[in-house]
Protein backbone atom coordinates (compact mmCIF):
# COMPACT_ATOMS: atom_id res chain seq x y z
CA UNK A 1 0.00 0.00 0.00
CA UNK A 2 1.32 3.25 -0.61
CA UNK A 3 1.14 5.99 1.35
CA UNK A 4 -0.04 9.72 1.41
CA UNK A 5 2.98 12.08 1.91
CA UNK A 6 1.06 14.83 4.31
CA UNK A 7 0.57 17.71 2.16
CA UNK A 8 -1.24 14.79 0.17
CA UNK A 9 -3.72 14.10 2.84
CA UNK A 10 -4.34 17.53 4.00
CA UNK A 11 -5.40 18.42 0.56
CA UNK A 12 -7.24 15.21 0.15
CA UNK A 13 -9.49 15.92 3.24
CA UNK A 14 -10.00 19.77 2.68
CA UNK A 15 -11.69 18.44 -0.68
CA UNK A 16 -13.46 15.73 0.16
CA UNK A 17 -15.39 17.70 2.95
CA UNK A 18 -15.74 20.59 0.41
CA UNK A 19 -17.53 18.10 -1.92
CA UNK A 20 -19.58 16.36 0.41
CA UNK A 21 -20.76 19.93 1.53
CA UNK A 22 -21.33 21.06 -1.82
CA UNK A 23 -23.40 17.74 -2.85
CA UNK A 24 -25.15 18.46 0.64
CA UNK A 25 -26.53 21.95 -0.66
CA UNK A 26 -27.26 20.58 -4.59
CA UNK A 27 -29.23 17.77 -3.24
CA UNK A 28 -31.31 19.72 -0.93
CA UNK A 29 -31.67 22.01 -3.93
CA UNK A 30 -32.68 19.49 -6.36
CA UNK A 31 -34.39 16.97 -4.16
CA UNK A 32 -38.05 17.93 -3.68
CA UNK A 33 -38.88 14.59 -1.46
CA UNK A 34 -38.73 15.98 2.15
CA UNK A 35 -37.45 12.42 3.42
CA UNK A 36 -34.56 11.84 1.41
CA UNK A 37 -33.63 15.34 1.18
CA UNK A 38 -33.47 15.14 5.22
CA UNK A 39 -31.80 11.20 4.44
CA UNK A 40 -29.21 12.64 2.35
CA UNK A 41 -28.36 16.21 4.35
CA UNK A 42 -27.50 14.10 7.67
CA UNK A 43 -25.46 11.59 5.57
CA UNK A 44 -22.94 13.68 3.35
CA UNK A 45 -23.41 15.78 6.36
CA UNK A 46 -21.69 13.14 8.78
CA UNK A 47 -19.39 11.68 5.93
CA UNK A 48 -18.17 15.54 5.65
CA UNK A 49 -17.69 15.62 9.64
CA UNK A 50 -15.77 12.33 9.07
CA UNK A 51 -13.34 13.36 6.70
CA UNK A 52 -12.82 16.76 8.65
CA UNK A 53 -12.27 15.17 11.80
CA UNK A 54 -9.61 12.67 10.02
CA UNK A 55 -7.89 16.05 8.43
CA UNK A 56 -7.52 17.63 12.39
CA UNK A 57 -6.41 14.04 13.78
CA UNK A 58 -3.91 13.65 10.80
CA UNK A 59 -2.86 17.70 11.80
CA UNK A 60 -2.60 16.75 15.45
CA UNK A 61 -0.25 13.38 14.78
CA UNK A 62 1.70 15.98 12.58
CA UNK A 63 2.04 18.61 15.79
CA UNK A 64 3.22 15.35 17.91
CA UNK A 65 6.18 14.28 14.78
CA UNK A 66 7.23 17.80 15.21
CA UNK A 67 7.61 18.12 18.94
CA UNK A 68 9.21 15.08 18.62
CA UNK A 69 11.80 16.93 16.17
CA UNK A 70 12.77 19.53 18.70
CA UNK A 71 13.58 17.47 21.33
CA UNK A 72 15.53 15.29 18.49
CA UNK A 73 13.94 12.29 17.89
CA UNK A 74 14.47 12.01 14.13
CA UNK A 75 12.51 8.57 13.67
CA UNK A 76 9.83 8.37 11.15
CA UNK A 77 6.17 8.01 12.15
CA UNK A 78 2.68 6.32 10.43
CA UNK A 79 -0.22 7.73 10.67
CA UNK A 80 -3.90 6.93 9.65
CA UNK A 81 -6.18 8.69 7.74
CA UNK A 82 -9.09 6.97 6.54
CA UNK A 83 -7.37 3.84 6.81
CA UNK A 84 -4.50 4.91 5.06
CA UNK A 85 -1.55 4.94 6.25
CA UNK A 86 0.73 8.47 6.11
CA UNK A 87 4.16 8.64 6.59
CA UNK A 88 5.23 11.90 8.33
CA UNK A 89 9.44 11.91 8.28
CA UNK A 90 11.20 13.80 11.11
CA UNK A 91 11.88 17.33 11.02
Known amino acids: MVALSLESARNVGIAAAVG????????AWIIKNVTVKLVLIFLMGGLALLVWSQRSSLQEC???V???GIVGDTSEITCSFLGTDVKIPAP
Open 20 to 27: LVVLMVLS
Open 62 to 64: ADK
Open 66 to 68: QAR
